[in-house]
Every structure is written in structure tokens, then in C-alpha cells.
């Protein structure tokens, strides 16, 4: 990446199925790389222990997130087990304007909302298991309830019914090489024509 030639930041969504590798590679991506940063969703759910505001999450009640929602202050927005979750927008379009990336991990939906609200500038990455049995596999050996794992099979179907409408879809076979796959997706789309918005007076002045 030219880093003389000044850039619009993207968003990037890695969406996945629980089990198929999306937590370890958003955490390879975002690790060490200054121009990336993961979205800080606001939430109304209260904080868990060693959770901290503004860095894990923004704790908001139930009343200031419906008027962050009907605001349009939210870029996106979602109940899961009956509390709201939803991506504040003025830091990530200020991150966008000064050439910074996001990080989002959300769903299917998520990606959708995203892809409406800022049209251009969300790169979507899905992440495909290798098979259902082997993400049942993983979900088993990490520990999880049998009933739990059900239920997350049953999600994961979902899920993986809308890897069509990603740009680019990842096979975790093996996560390293999930990691590079994930980190030439992000270097391609760094250098995209449209999102470099200097290169009008770069190539003026060569």
C-alpha cells in the first residue's frame, strides 16, 4: 500500500457461522495494524466482568437506544435474546473520512443493514467451515452443551445460506492459511481504484 497516496477507509465484515474461525481471524487482522480498528457496538445488555466502556462496548439503556435507532444514528441494529445491539455511526464514517478501516463482527442482517447505510465502502468476507461435520466438531470440542450445539447447528444453516451475497468467501480448512487468505483480501482492497482518493493529484504531479 502507497501510504503517500491518501485513501477512504473501508468497512469490513467477516460474518460466519460460530465455529468456523471468525473470532481468530478478525483478531489476526485487527493485531498490530494501526490503520485497523474494530467497531465498538452500543449495546443495552449491562457490562460483564472486566468489560469497559467505550473499549468492549457502549453500555446505553433501553430508552437512549431507540433514540440512537430512530435518530439514524445507528448503522446497524439488533435484538438477540432480548437485547439490542447496534454499530454507532459518526466514529466509523470519521474513521472512514481519515483513511482508517473497521473491523465489524456481525451477522448476515448486520452485513446487509451495513451494506445499505454505506454503500461503497463495506467489503464483505464470509467464512465457510470446511463441512457441517466438522464445524459440529469444533463446537463439541470446545466444550459446548449438547442442546447448545443443536441450536448452533441450526444457526449455522442460516447463516451459511447467505454466504452468496459476501464478496468473498473463505474455506477454513486450515486457519493460517484462512489468516493470509482474509489479509490479501484486506491489502487488495486497500489499493482499489475507488477508494484512493488521492491518486488524482498523485498522477497530476508525476
Not at 49 to 78: N, P
Not at 129 to 135: D, E, F, H, R, W
Not at 186 to 201: D, F, K, N, S, Y
Request: aromatic residues 6%.
Amino acid at each position: 500500500m502507497s501510504s503517500e497516496i491518501a485513501r477512504r477507509g473501508l468497512c469490513l465484515v467477516i460474518a460466519a457461522p460460530s465455529g468456523a474461525g471468525k473470532s481468530s481471524i478478525s483478531r489476526a487482522l485487527a493485531s498490530g495494524d494501526p490503520l485497523m480498528a474494530l467497531s465498538i457496538s452500543a449495546t443495552t445488555r449491562a457490562p460483564r466482568a472486566g468489560e469497559r466502556e467505550g473499549e468492549h462496548y457502549h453500555f446505553v439503556s433501553e430508552a437512549r437506544f431507540a433514540e440512537m435507532a430512530a435518530a439514524g444514528q445507528l448503522l446497524e441494529h439488533a435484538t438477540v435474546f432480548g437485547r439490542s445491539y447496534g454499530t454507532p455511526r459518526v466514529p466509523v464514517e470519521s474513521a472512514l473520512a481519515q483513511g482508517r478501516d473497521v473491523l465489524f463482527d456481525i451477522d448476515w442482517q448486520g452485513h446487509q443493514q451495513l451494506r445499505a447505510a454505506l454503500p461503497g465502502d463495506v467489503v464483505g468476507l464470509f467464512v465457510l467451515p470446511p463441512s457441517l461435520a466438522a464445524l459440529e466438531q469444533r463446537m463439541r470440542a470446545r466444550g459446548d452443551a449438547p442442546e447448545q450445539v443443536a441450536r448452533r447447528m441450526e444457526e449455522a444453516r442460516t447463516e451459511i445460506s447467505h454466504w452468496a451475497e459476501f464478496d468473498y468467501v473463505i474455506v477454513n480448512r486450515d486457519l493460517s492459511e484462512a489468516i493470509e487468505d482474509a489479509r490479501a483480501v484486506l491489502r487488495a482492497e486497500r489499493i482499489a481504484r475507488v477508494r484512493r482518493t488521492g491518486l488524482v493529484g498523485f498522477v497530476a504531479g508525476l
